[in-house]
């Protein structure tokens, strides 16, 4: 069955402290993996989608890697702003788009 | 321009009542989406419409009934409302095989059902 799994549930960051958040999947077939910002209230923003092993994006503070099993979402030098969920999800070979739990961010300065 | 809009934005409503909720996208995108987010913040799909057609089926009470009149919108309609359904109920669309399959999402449906 295809799974997402993202660790670690919630990561409290001082501003300027970079960290990881990490996105592993088991999805048949990959056509994409997506990375999105969800903020209190709102719905998930868009940032990333990666679509094989060793693709990299990068966007201000935020970069985004993909292995045969693995995601990260590596996050430098942070900012209170950066505070949100990071949810992570992942299209197979089916037509569905599993997504995981998240990962809560805390930055505080 | 707000390009996937939902209506309303809250919806507070008695156990047993009927409800809907719209979607609208103005992507010019071919598939949209209904999702699921419980209070664990765990979102999970409901339902997925590419050109009108349902393709995605997910298993939900058949007290839900999407409905998509053209490519551009997709409605949810909930028969006789019960306490479990409380949640934020998130429309979402994409090109079908374009995009990269990307999904952008609505602002979200927050429903209480008392």
């Known amino acids: 069955e295809d799974q997402v799994t993202q660790s670690p549930e919630a990561l409290r960051l001082q501003e300027g402290e970079s960290s990881s958040l990490n996105c592993s999947y088991t999805?048949?077939?990959?056509?994409?993996l997506f990375w999105y910002r969800q903020d209190p209230g709102k719905g998930p923003e868009f940032l990333f989608t990666?679509?094989?092993a060793g693709e990299e994006k990068e966007k201000e503070r935020l970069k985004a890697t993909l292995t045969k099993k693995e995601s990260f979402l590596h996050i430098t030098a942070p900012k209170p702003e950066d505070s949100a969920t990071y949810l992570c999800?992942?299209?197979?070979?089916?037509?569905?788009?599993?997504f995981g739990a998240g990962t809560r961010l805390f930055v505080k300065a | 321009d707000t390009a996937v809009s939902q209506t309303p934005k809250y919806l507070v409503t008695q156990m047993g009542n009927d409800k809907s909720i719209k979607c609208e996208q103005n992507?010019?995108?071919?598939?949209m989406y209904w999702y699921k987010q419980d209070s664990k913040k765990f979102l999970k799909i409901m339902f997925s419409?590419?050109?009108?057609?349902?393709?995605i089926n997910e298993t939900v009470p058949n007290r839900f009934s999407p409905k998509s009149p053209d490519k551009a919108h997709l409605n949810l309609h909930i028969n006789s409302l019960e306490l479990g359904d409380s949640a934020v109920y998130f429309c979402?669309?994409?090109?079908?095989?374009?995009?990269?399959?990307?999904?952008?999402f609505g602002p979200g449906t927050r429903l209480l059902v008392l």
């Open positions: 999800a992942a299209r197979g070979g089916g037509f569905k788009t599993i």
């Open positions: 419409y590419n050109n009108k057609e349902l393709i």
């Open positions: 992507l010019g995108h071919d598939t």
């Open positions: 990666l679509y094989s």
């Open positions: 999805v048949s077939g990959l056509r994409g």
């Open positions: 979402a669309s994409s090109n079908w095989g374009g995009d990269q399959e990307t999904q952008y």
